[in-house]
Every structure is written in structure tokens, then in C-alpha cells.
């Protein structure tokens, strides 16, 4: 699945986006077997821009980045993918603030194997000592996210092949 571009599109600051974008529109609303359906089809660093752009899409909010970090970790089990993608495009520092995130809401969370709390975004105005654990990680997340975009971007220039096809 590549999507078509003209060169000079190839400077746009989203480029990452828009390499992914109709993949990410064409499941929205979808159920999850249709998601995985389209993600399975696509190739390394395709995946690796989905699962960022499905997670990083949802969290501009401290309430929202610690639900959708519970809900790709327990529910839809995506977080391993979502590591993966920033590993593949070597955002290092931003791994170490998922994985510092994945302990706190373990922590938190998870009651047994394969058994979790109920989590909710209302969770952080109830807990000050959770809020106080994933606040400093929002904080480190949100200056990260588009240090990442920026390495996509020129990957993705180095790596046409593997995102797009050049328009003539």
C-alpha cells in the first residue's frame, strides 16, 4: 500500500501523516479485525507510522495520554507495536518515556496476568500520586513526539521505496 506524491511534496513537515493518512482513514469507525487487516498488509515501517499515528492522533491531554497508554497496553494490546514503531525509527528517548509510562500504568492497573482495572481518563483527577507519576512523562512525551515526526520525515525521504511512489 503506497500512496502517490509529487517530489516536492516530499519537503511537507507532516510527510510521516501523509504517508499513512488514507491507510488510518479507510479503518476509521471500523471494527478491530478490519484495522488489523489493513495494519497486516503493510510493510515494516508502514506498521511503524500506523500504530505512532494511532496512538499519537488520540493524546493531547495528560487525561488522554494515560488512557489510550492503558487502552494500546491492556485492551488492545498494540503497545509492544507501538515500540516497536518509535524503536524502528530510532526515537530512543521517546521509548524510554513509553516504557517508564508501561511501568507506571502496570503498576497502577494491572491485577494479575491478563487482568486489568477498569481505567478512565478521570482517573488523574482522583489519584494526585498517579498524577504525579505520568505528569513528568506527558511533559518528556509531548517534547519527543515531534523530534520523532522530524526523524520519520527524513527517513522517509532516504526510504521513498518503502512509503510512496513519485508522481511524474
Keep these: 500500500m503506497f500512496i502517490r506524491l509529487k517530489e ?9 501523516w501523509v504517508c499513512i493518512e488514507p491507510m488510518l482513514l479507510s ?6 479485525d478490519e484495522k ?3 495494519y497486516n498488509q503493510l ?19 495528560i487525561s488522554e495520554f494515560y488512557w489510550f497508554s492503558t487502552y ?7 503497545w509492544n507495536g507501538l515500540k516497536s514503531g518509535v524503536r524502528f525509527f530510532k526515537g530512543h528517548e521517546l521509548l524510554n518515556i513509553l516504557e517508564h509510562t508501561e511501568r507506571v500504568i502496570e503498576n497502577k492497573n494491572k491485577v494479575a496476568e491478563g487482568i486489568w ?10 489519584d494526585n500520586e498517579l498524577l504525579e507519576s505520568i505528569k513528568p512523562l506527558f ?9 520523532l515526526i522530524r526523524e520519520m520525515n527524513s527517513y522517509i525521504r ?3 521505496e518503502e512509503f510512496l511512489e513519485i508522481e511524474s
Design 8 to 16: 516536492e511534496d516530499l519537503q511537507q513537515d507532516n510527510l510521516s
Design 27 to 32: 479503518v476509521r469507525g471500523k471494527n478491530l
Design 36 to 38: 488489523s487487516a489493513v
Design 43 to 61: 510493510n515494516e515501517g508502514q506498521k511503524a507510522l500506523y500504530l505512532f499515528y494511532a496512538y499519537s492522533n488520540h493524546v493531547h491531554t
Design 72 to 78: 494500546f497496553i491492556s485492551e488492545l494490546k498494540a
Design 117 to 126: 482495572k477498569d481505567a478512565s481518563p478521570s482517573d488523574l483527577e482522583t
Design 139 to 147: 511533559n518528556a512525551y509531548q517534547g519527543l513526539v515531534q523530534e
Design 158 to 160: 532516504n526510504n521513498k
